[in-house]
């Protein structure tokens, strides 16, 4: 998989006209004749990604507790063993317990003012995260993590060191940004003179 990275900037540069021009009042000081050009570019650049994070969610439906907590343990431990067989690292929430009772009694009171509950059944909630460091085994994991009764609700694919992505991004980012600078003078008879500041 590959990842994108952006980089945006503010170029200014001065620019110098044919004739002498008054300029603005800037901050930056120019040199006689000088104008002021400001520019905003965003170069890119695109990296393979090392790892990626995956988030998982757990939801499990049963008769009571007890039914919920034995199928919730029952998943937590086919989507482990399915990131342990990646290769992967796993962290795994505590599971989070609703009572469909009271859900169900506080409908039926709102809507038909009577006072008796309608057991619906006991529901569950966890999540996990895994951290998958050899991308070829990512797929296959994703597809036993489905097949376990879980959901995949995100990935995110990260880069250990993505220096030379951004490097070249800014890179990037500053040619365009030179190049509209160039451009625009051209259109007024100006010519680039130098730049002033660069702003990440």
């Known amino acids: 998989m590959r990842k994108s990275i952006g980089f945006g900037l503010a170029l200014l540069l001065a620019v110098a006209p044919a004739a002498s021009a008054q300029g603005p009042i800037v901050s930056v000081p120019l040199a006689a004749g000088e104008v002021l050009l400001e520019l905003n570019s965003t170069g890119r650049a695109v990296a393979r990604a090392d790892s990626a994070e995956v988030s998982v969610a757990i939801g499990v439906t049963g008769d009571d507790e007890r039914a919920v907590r034995r199928d919730y343990e029952q998943i937590v431990a086919r989507i482990t063993a ?57 797929d296959p994991m994703l597809r036993s993590i489905e097949a376990a009764g879980a959901q995949v609700s995100g990935t995110t694919y ?43």
Do not use: F, P
């Not at 399915?82 to 505590?94: C, H, K, T």
């Open 158 to 200: 990260r880069i250990a060191d993505d220096s030379g992505a951004r490097r070249q991004a800014r890179d990037n980012a500053i040619a365009r940004a030179r190049a509209d600078a160039d451009a625009y003078a051209a259109s007024l008879n100006l010519r680039v003179a130098r730049i002033v500041r660069v702003t990440e």
């Open 82 to 138: 399915a990131a342990r067989a990646a290769g992967a690292e796993i962290e795994v929430s505590d599971l989070i317990m609703y009572d469909g009772t009271d859900v169900m009694e506080n409908a039926v009171d709102y809507e038909m003012n009577a006072t008796t509950a309608v057991a619906v059944g006991s529901t569950g909630s966890a999540s996990a995260d895994i951290r998958v460091r050899n991308l070829a085994r990512l």
